[in-house]
């Protein structure tokens, strides 16, 4: 659709509650390719690409007290209209820490505060504890640059206004990223690893592309948790009860015991997501009996299955990566799904067959001179993450093809 000749002025306007704003009016523009559909698989029809930036997505997250007032993720959703329809809208946040967003600038903040200066609070567009690449700068269809250069001058108006350090937009796609940098953002890149499914029949099919070594491994992995000494179900949409989120949230509030110290989200959560979610959420859980042991939750998007969280309380041998990684290699490969994305880091993930991909975030420095110097940072970060994602595909579990085979 050809962008819209803009006649009147766009006006930004600062909301505290997404409840401010009706769910129609938000999603015409973070999922405007959704439409419906009485075909086979209706579902996936009206499947939004992103799930999580979605009204229901970021509502959730407010209703249960995962950000607002005691969390640091204060809300500050950013609306643009043109003559009152809303055309362009971003999740936007004021952070008292760096928490919860997985592109990190501890290091920035301690440089800045030990030169005298006050890093917090800062801006942040992203989806929170949400290190999944997509359209942060969401626009309603005609409108894309316009909507775009409206959202960016607003972060960066608030952000100046405020005498606020920096403002930054968090795993944002590649386009926005060229389109960001163009209008004066920094542009910073990281990695992630990736498994791509290329149109595979079956489990074995993807196999089969492996060198003979990495394929025994995962079949050993495979083995080796099935013997944990239950069963393994996908559950999806109302096949997922309460009782399930008790034993998932025992599950999360582990892991984040360990990873973060305390957990990002509440409980209150996990039943947010059960009231408007369910269907776009792929939860696997281990069974000994009809008690969950362990389990991993996905979200489902248009074209991707989301890997988000794992936890269990047994430790068996290889039953994460059977839980994380293959069981939402099967769904993907079941369900048409053209990838996966499981999660931040994670080097372990290239020998079972998840490739290095580059992500990207945006970045706007008040200071000009420490400016000048991340800056710099991020032009020799840039190069290092580059030469690391081609070693490391280098490096990765598929067989090299012959000259005949590529024929």
């Given at each position: 659709?050809?962008?819209?000749m803009?006649?009147?002025?766009?006006?930004?306007?600062?909301?505290?509650?997404?409840?401010?704003?009706?769910?129609?009016e938000?999603?015409?523009?973070?999922c405007?390719?959704?439409v419906q559909?009485?075909?086979?698989?209706?579902?996936?029809?009206?499947?939004?690409?992103?799930?999580?930036?979605?009204?229901r997505?970021?509502?959730?997250?407010?209703?249960?007290?995962?950000?607002?007032?005691?969390?640091?993720w204060?809300?500050?959703?950013?609306v643009?209209?043109?003559?009152?329809?809303?055309?362009?809208?971003?999740?936007?946040?004021a952070?008292?820490?760096?928490?919860?967003?997985?592109v990190?600038?501890?290091?920035?903040?301690?440089?800045?505060?030990?030169?005298?200066?006050?890093?917090?609070?800062?801006?942040?567009?992203?989806?929170?504890?949400?290190?999944?690449?997509?359209?942060?700068?969401?626009?309603?269809p005609?409108?894309?640059?316009?909507?775009?250069?409206?959202l960016?001058?607003?972060?960066?108006?608030?952000?100046?206004d405020?005498?606020?350090?920096?403002?930054?937009?968090?795993?944002?796609?590649?386009?926005?990223?060229?389109?960001?940098?163009?209008?004066?953002?920094?542009?910073?890149?990281?990695?992630?690893?990736?498994?791509q499914n290329?149109?595979?029949?079956?489990?074995?099919?993807f196999l089969?592309?492996?060198?003979?070594?990495?394929?025994?491994?995962?079949?050993?992995?495979?083995?080796?948790a099935?013997?944990?000494?239950g069963?393994?179900?996908?559950?999806?949409?109302?096949?997922?009860?309460?009782?399930?989120?008790?034993?998932f949230?025992r599950?999360?509030?582990d892991?984040?015991?360990?990873?973060?110290?305390?957990?990002?989200?509440?409980?209150?959560?996990?039943?947010?997501?059960?009231?408007?979610?369910?269907?776009?959420?792929?939860?696997?859980?281990?069974?000994?009996?009809?008690?969950?042991?362990?389990?991993?939750?996905?979200?489902?998007?248009?074209?991707?299955?989301?890997?988000?969280?794992?936890?269990?309380?047994?430790?068996?041998?290889?039953?994460?990566?059977?839980?994380?990684?293959?069981?939402?290699?099967?769904?993907?490969?079941?369900?048409?799904?053209?990838?996966?994305?499981?999660?931040?880091?994670g080097?372990?993930?290239?020998?079972?067959?998840?490739?290095?991909?580059?992500?990207?975030?945006l970045?706007?420095?008040?200071?000009?001179?420490?400016?000048?110097?991340?800056?710099?940072?991020?032009?020799?970060?840039?190069?290092?993450?580059?030469?690391?994602?081609?070693?490391?595909?280098?490096?990765?579990?598929?067989?090299?093809?012959?000259?005949?085979?590529?024929?």
């Amino acid at each position: 659709m050809e962008e819209q000749m803009q006649s009147t002025e766009i006006e930004i306007h600062v909301h505290p509650s997404l409840g401010d704003i009706p769910a129609a009016e938000w999603d015409a523009c973070a999922c405007p390719e959704v439409v419906q559909s009485d075909g086979p698989d209706p579902d996936k029809a009206a499947r939004p690409v992103d799930p999580f930036t979605t009204h229901r997505f970021l509502l959730a997250l407010e209703r249960s007290g995962s950000v607002g007032r005691g969390t640091g993720w204060q809300p500050r959703y950013l609306v643009a209209r043109s003559e009152g329809r809303v055309i362009a809208c971003a999740p936007l946040y004021a952070k008292s820490h760096s928490q919860g967003e997985y592109v990190f600038d501890h290091s920035w903040a301690h440089a800045f505060e030990r030169a005298g200066g006050d890093y917090y609070p800062k801006l942040q567009l992203a989806v929170p504890f949400t290190p999944a690449t997509g359209r942060r700068f969401l626009t309603a269809p005609g409108w894309h640059e316009a909507g775009m250069a409206a959202l960016v001058q607003g972060m960066v108006q608030i952000a100046a206004d405020n005498d606020l350090s920096s403002a930054h937009a968090t795993f944002c796609t590649p386009q926005e990223a060229a389109a960001g940098e163009a209008m004066g953002l920094m542009h910073r890149t990281g990695q992630q690893f990736h498994w791509q499914n290329r149109e595979y029949a079956d489990f074995d099919a993807f196999l089969a592309t492996l060198s003979s070594r990495k394929r025994r491994n995962i079949r050993k992995e495979r083995e080796g948790a099935a013997r944990f000494g239950g069963r393994i179900v996908r559950l999806t949409g109302d096949e997922i009860e309460p009782e399930h989120w008790d034993a998932f949230w025992r599950f999360y509030q582990d892991t984040g015991a360990r990873k973060w110290g305390h957990p990002y989200l509440t409980r209150a959560f996990f039943d947010e997501v059960q009231e408007t979610m369910r269907r776009d959420v792929l939860l696997v859980l281990a069974l000994r009996g009809d008690e969950p042991v362990a389990g991993a939750l996905n979200f489902i998007g248009r074209d991707t299955l989301y890997g988000r969280y794992w936890g269990c309380v047994e430790d068996h041998p290889f039953l994460h990566f059977e839980l994380c990684y293959y069981q939402a290699m099967d769904h993907a490969i079941a369900h048409g799904l053209a990838r996966v994305e499981a999660g931040a880091q994670g080097e372990h993930k290239l020998a079972r067959g998840y490739l290095p991909v580059a992500t990207h975030s945006l970045h706007w420095i008040a200071d000009a001179g420490f400016r000048r110097a991340v800056a710099q940072f991020l032009e020799a970060e840039r190069e290092a993450v580059e030469d690391e994602i081609e070693v490391l595909t280098s490096y990765g579990p598929f067989r090299k093809t012959t000259a005949t085979e590529r024929e």
